[in-house]
């Protein structure tokens, strides 16, 4: 059964950092493109940053560019998010997904064709920065 499992989430004031992981089991995580996504209340989801299969591309959305960086182990089927300069704005729900199919990693984060090629989805994991 193909999963993705998110963690490190959590409370944190505005400012600090938190380290988010995707743990990949019952596939082989090397072949697929990862996105990190996220959805606040009352707002549509949104593409936060995605990587390459091999690691070597990357994309940030625009709110996120310079604060977050993603990186992957493909030997421990973890992608990461490493967050800094947390802000309110940044509260949500985030998950993490996987694809075979994209095309570049700016149209799996940021565009509707790019999403509908995601295979799978985790649970999600929720971020909340306030003092």
């Known amino acids: 059964q193909l999963q993705l499992v998110e963690s490190g989430g959590g409370l944190v004031q505005p400012g600090g950092s938190l380290r988010l992981s995707c743990v990949a089991s019952?596939?082989?995580?090397?072949?697929?493109?990862i996105g990190w996504f996220r959805q606040a209340p009352g707002k549509e989801r949104e593409g936060v940053s995605c990587?390459?299969?091999?690691?070597?591309?990357?994309n940030y959305g625009d709110s996120v560019k310079g604060r977050f960086t993603i990186s992957r182990d493909n030997a421990k089927s973890t992608v990461y998010l490493q967050m800094d300069s947390l802000r309110p704005e940044d509260t949500a729900v985030y998950y993490c997904a996987a694809s075979r199919w994209i095309t570049t990693v700016q149209a799996m984060c940021h565009s509707a064709a790019g999403k509908r090629q995601l295979e799978v989805w985790g649970q999600g994991t929720l971020v909340t920065v306030s003092s």
């Open positions: 990587i390459s299969s091999s690691g070597g591309v990357t």
């Open positions: 019952g596939f082989v995580l090397d072949y697929y493109a």
